[in-house]
């Protein structure tokens, strides 16, 4: 069963730093992407940033220069650096990967979030 954790939201002042992670674990065949999406209350889901198998990433226009998303193959970890943080960067963090698991189709998996907060 492949599983995504995440780990390192926390409460921080505006201008400070957080790093995310994200862990895929379980028997996996093959990652092509991997991101972060957020969702802040009352607002629709969106895509924070996302770096696919070949190293390429992309990032919403609202974060560019501040954050940097970084993969480790092999541990199957994603990393979101956030730095100049902004109180509208608060929200529910959750990674997502597409995979293809050892035994079975390739899918889309999420993980179960990792609250960011950001105060002014």
């Known amino acids: 069963q492949v599983q995504l954790v995440e780990s390192g939201g926390d409460l921080v002042q505006a201008g400070g730093s957080l790093r995310l992670s994200c862990a895929a674990s379980?028997?996996?065949?093959?990652?092509?992407?991997m991101g972060w999406y957020r969702q802040a209350p009352g607002k629709p889901r969106e895509l924070v940033a996302r770096?696919?198998?070949?190293?390429?990433?992309t990032y919403a226009d609202s974060v560019k220069g501040r954050f940097t998303i970084s993969r480790d193959n092999a541990k199957n970890t994603v990393y979101l650096q956030m730095n100049s943080l902004k109180p509208e960067d608060t929200g529910v963090y959750r990674c997502?990967?597409?995979?293809?698991?050892?035994?079975?189709?390739?899918?889309?998996?999420w993980g179960q979030g990792t609250q960011v907060t950001v105060s002014s």
């Open positions: 770096i696919i198998s070949g190293g390429s990433a």
């Open positions: 379980g028997s996996i065949f093959s990652i092509n992407a």
């Open positions: 997502n990967a597409v995979l293809t698991p050892t035994y079975g189709r390739g899918a889309e998996y």
